[in-house]
């Protein structure tokens, strides 16, 4: 057990870019600088204090704060260090894009500064609740942060405000939100069974709810999981919830799809996974559902795919299809699987970032998105077309990069649970995700460039600040492929705090409640 | 301490399903506002009943008042302005009506069989716990109908607040202890949801000139 201690640090983490963002909205109209150095500031603050929480959380410190309504350990610590460092990434990315892309949209100079101090405080909001959403302990408060990420990202999908963007922006919050709202059932269900057993508001802390999960009666716990799953799963775009996805990915600006792909399903899913694995030792059905929705997921994905044209759309499918192998290592349920899982997804969040950034570049760079209007443009990019191959190809799983190691992680674990069908289904997609990407990153890098901009020099590379976010992103992928052993501890510890199909059944001595229940429906009838 | 009047829940809580079938059903935008407001109004009488058990529901009585009853009917009175006749939606008037009776009795069944599972109340309040957990359920499931089949998008939001209604109700029956800042978070962020979703729908009329879902077809696949 680790040794909790009371620390400010989980509340900085949520509160700089929370600050940031409210300070953005109130003096962001003064200066042009302004805002983005505060948006600077709060992401830098929010990392520097998540790689403090990891460093805690790896030595076996649960820093807590709010009376354990904050409780971080490594689980919570790699998530929020993963939120933060894209947050920063982004931002930095931001600078340049946004400037260029408002100023393009033709709208007056005022709406100009308006519109970048909304993109600003909107985004260091979404940041924080993310961050929040990943430090809480209290279920209820977890929905809560799950459903305050949705609402902060809603005019950030919409931001163009043109009629594909409005569209995208309407779906986006109608559905997540009715979506979400299954998810509250569940938290209520388990929250109010958890009450019952532990008495009081300790029913409401994730920590404690852990060592009475097996005291749930049964169709409690299947119920209370299936609306967990339902509804984290539609914020994670699992299919078939996943229909708000590619919308809002295609139509946002490139750095919030890059945060929405990189992280926000990664929060929705560990969000998922932090309330379903509660019941993985007592259930372990719970688990091989999960498993199918997964393998069916990364199908769906990739399937949906290969039918696009639009580079973003693309990109957009082939995340729903990576959400679906974390999913299928979650549902494993083995410490291998969770392992795997956990692997799979800080692997994703940086390669699908990366991925998202490098279309972003060329975007900004050609005006063009679509596949079938580009072409040959590694002569003009090099750099972006580099970058876009290492991501492409770690999404894929091809070694030397970090996806083939998780991939490769899910699949042992996969065999070893004896979990062959899904193993195979997954090797297939995974080839079907290689010819999809490598498809894209030929027709986009390569061959012929668009006549329009063969004799014209106004097609070049994009500027360092949008470069230098992809390059490190690279860097990542490409270091944690040759040596994965760098990210071992970190992902073990996260991957020990799961509770996992094989967990000895906790019990905590206070009158069988599920005898009681059973019997009480057994004379209700 | 005093004890909640079952009669008073139950009238309440039937009264919550008519207010819910004449939101959804009413083809003038404002009416269906206006029986939003009624619901709004019920559940702040049926939080008040529960608050003999737990002082703290008074909390949520005060954020219920503002937030139902003042806030979300204010902006969906400003968003129908001058759009108050609702697109003609999938299903007419009588199918509708058939199948809420259909959904009213067999969430009545399933809630009344397998309640007993979920609540932690004492005996006596166990049967307008259950009685209630069905109302919440058949006005969730009536929130998600409207969604699904009404082309307007505005109705479409009437349809998310009663789907939050159903949420909120059954909050209350089966964890009447719980804390006042789960509770305000919960009630604030409907608030917010509506009054954003209500502003891009705005821009969608500009844009679209229409604020028909059925004419929101720039994204396919």
Redesign the interface.
């Known amino acids: 057990m680790p040794i909790e201690s009371t620390s400010i640090l989980p509340l900085l983490a949520v509160g700089i870019p929370g600050i940031a963002g409210t300070l953005i909205f109130a003096l962001g109209r003064f200066t042009v600088w302004l805002r983005e150095i505060l948006a600077l500031l709060g992401t830098l603050g929010a990392l520097v204090a998540s790689i403090l929480i990891g460093i805690h959380t790896v030595k076996g410190y649960a820093p807590t704060a709010v009376g354990r309504q904050f409780y971080a350990d490594p689980l919570s610590a790699l998530l929020v260090v993963l939120v933060s460092l894209i947050a920063l990434l982004a931002t930095v990315y931001s600078l340049k894009y946004m400037r260029h892309t408002v100023a393009d949209s033709g709208l007056p100079h005022t709406t100009t500064i308006g519109r970048l101090t909304a993109y600003y405080g909107w985004l260091m909001l979404f940041i924080s609740t993310m961050m929040w959403a990943c430090l809480s302990n ?1 279920i ?2 977890l ?2 942060a799950v ?2 990420s ?2 902060t990202s ?2 950030l999908v ?1 931001f163009y ?4 963007s ?6 986006y ?2 559905l997540l ?2 979506g979400i ?1 299954f998810s ?2 569940g938290c ?2 388990v ?3 958890g ?2 057993i532990l008495g ?2 300790r029913g ?1 802390l994730l920590s404690e709810l852990k060592a009475v999960a097996s005291q749930f ?1 049964t ?2 716990a299947i119920l209370a999981s299936a609306f967990l799953i339902v509804g984290f799963g539609t914020k994670a775009g699992v299919a078939p919830f996943h229909p708000w996805l ?2 809002a990915h ?2 946002a600006p490139t750095p919030v799809s890059a945060l929405l792909s990189g992280v926000m399903l990664k929060v929705a899913i560990y969000a998922m996974v932090r309330t379903i694995s509660l019941f993985y030792p007592s259930f372990p059905p719970i688990a091989t559902f999960a498993l199918a929705l997964g393998v069916f997921t990364l199908v769906i994905g990739d399937i ?1 795919a290969v ?2 044209d639009d580079l973003k ?1 693309m990109l957009a499918y082939s995340s729903v299809s990576q959400i679906g192998y974390v999913l299928m290592g979650f549902g494993i349920g083995t410490q291998l699987g969770i392992y795997a899982g956990l692997f799979h997804l800080a692997n994703h969040a940086l390669a699908k970032a990366l991925l998202f950034l490098a279309a972003g570049a060329v975007i900004y760079s050609s005006g063009l998105r679509r596949l079938s209007e580009l072409g040959g443009l590694a002569k003009r990019m090099p750099v972006t077309s580099f970058c876009f191959f290492v991501g492409a190809l770690a999404v894929a799983g091809v070694p030397p990069f970090n996806g083939f190691q998780s991939k490769l992680a899910l699949f042992v674990a996969g065999g070893n649970a004896g979990n062959w069908w899904a193993v195979v289904i997954g090797t297939g997609a995974s080839l079907v995700t290689l010819l999809v990407l490598l498809k894209a990153a030929k027709t986009v890098f390569w061959g012929q460039l668009p006549t329009a901009f063969e004799k014209t020099i106004a097609l070049k590379e994009a500027p360092l600040s949008v470069l230098i976010p992809m390059v490190l992103l690279s860097i990542l992928c490409i270091v944690i492929g040759v040596y994965p052993k760098a990210v071992y501890i970190p992902l073990k510890s996260a991957a020990s705090v799961v509770q996992t199909i094989s967990s000895p059944v906790t019990s905590v001595a206070s009158g069988d409640r599920a005898d009681v ?1 059973m019997g ?2 057994e004379k ?2 | 301490m005093r004890d909640v009047s079952p009669e008073l829940i139950h009238t309440f809580s039937l009264l919550m399903i008519l207010t819910s079938f004449a939101a959804v059903e009413s083809r003038n935008l404002r009416h269906a506002t206006i029986a939003y407001l009624g619901q709004a109004l019920l559940i702040c009488a049926l939080l008040l009943a529960y608050s003999v058990l737990n002082k703290a529901l008074l909390y949520w009585v005060a954020t219920a008042l503002i937030t139902k009853v003042i806030l979300v009917p204010w902006f969906l009175w400003r968003s129908t302005t001058g759009a108050e006749q609702e697109t003609k939606p999938i299903i007419g008037f009588g199918l509708s009506a058939m199948l809420l009776v259909a959904l009213l009795a067999t969430m009545y069944r399933l809630t009344h069989a397998y309640a007993i599972l979920f609540v932690n109340t004492t005996e006596e309040l166990t049967s307008i716990a259950e009685l209630n957990l069905a109302i919440a359920f058949t006005v969730f499931v009536l929130g998600l109908y409207s969604i699904l089949t009404r082309r307007d998008a505005v109705k479409s939001v009437i349809g998310l607040c009663l789907l939050e209604n159903g949420v909120h109700l059954s909050l209350v029956s089966l964890a009447p202890t719980i804390k006042e800042t789960a509770l305000a978070g919960i009630a604030t962020e409907v608030v917010v949801t509506v009054y954003l979703l209500l502003y891009i729908i705005g821009g969608i009329r500009d844009r679209f000139g229409t604020a028909d879902t059925f004419k929101l077809s720039e994204l396919h696949w």
Request: aromatic residues 10%.
């Open positions: 209290n209820i408060m929905y809560v459903e305050a949705t609402i809603g005019l919409a405000w043109d009629k594909r409005l569209e995208a922006g309407y779906k919050l109608m939100t009715v709202t509250l059932f209520v269900l929250y109010a069974t009450a019952n009081g508001s409401l009666p169709m409690t590619p919308d295609a139509e949906m039918a696009q759309r229940h009480a429906l209700h009838r």
